[in-house]
């Protein structure tokens, strides 16, 4: 709903109608859901993964927003440590510090 508020809710007419339509038919409870969103997700930070085989990864994560118009985002995964890179190239048989596309 964060996504909705900060995005297409402000750039899509339509987005906006259906979110006009919502505040009108739901009323106090719709319009206090979305007032008391605190904002949208870090775009940036590093989150822990545990792989069956490789064990503990931790991957630093930004995310890049693209124009408004698309409603679209990339995010982007790279390893957090030399450890994680080490352990991704095992996986993925790459030697260390190739490219890697996913």
């Known amino acids: 709903m964060a996504v909705l508020k900060q995005g297409p809710g402000r750039s899509n007419l339509h987005m906006e109608g259906l979110m006009h339509e919502l505040t009108v038919s739901c009323g106090a409870e719709f319009v206090e859901r979305l007032e008391s969103l605190p904002g ?11 792989h069956p085989e490789a064990g503990e990864l931790r991957l630093a994560y930004e995310t890049l927003d693209l124009p408004t118009d ?22 993925t048989g790459l030697r260390p510090g190739a490219l890697r596309a996913v």
């Not at 775009?43 to 822990?48: H, N």
């Not at 994680?84 to 996986?91: E, F, K, P, Q, S």
């Open 40 to 50: 949208l997700p870090k775009a940036s930070g590093i989150t822990r993964l545990l």
């Open 70 to 91: 698309d409603d679209q985002r990339l995010l982007v995964h790279l390893p957090a440590d030399e450890a994680t890179a080490a352990a991704l190239d095992r996986l």
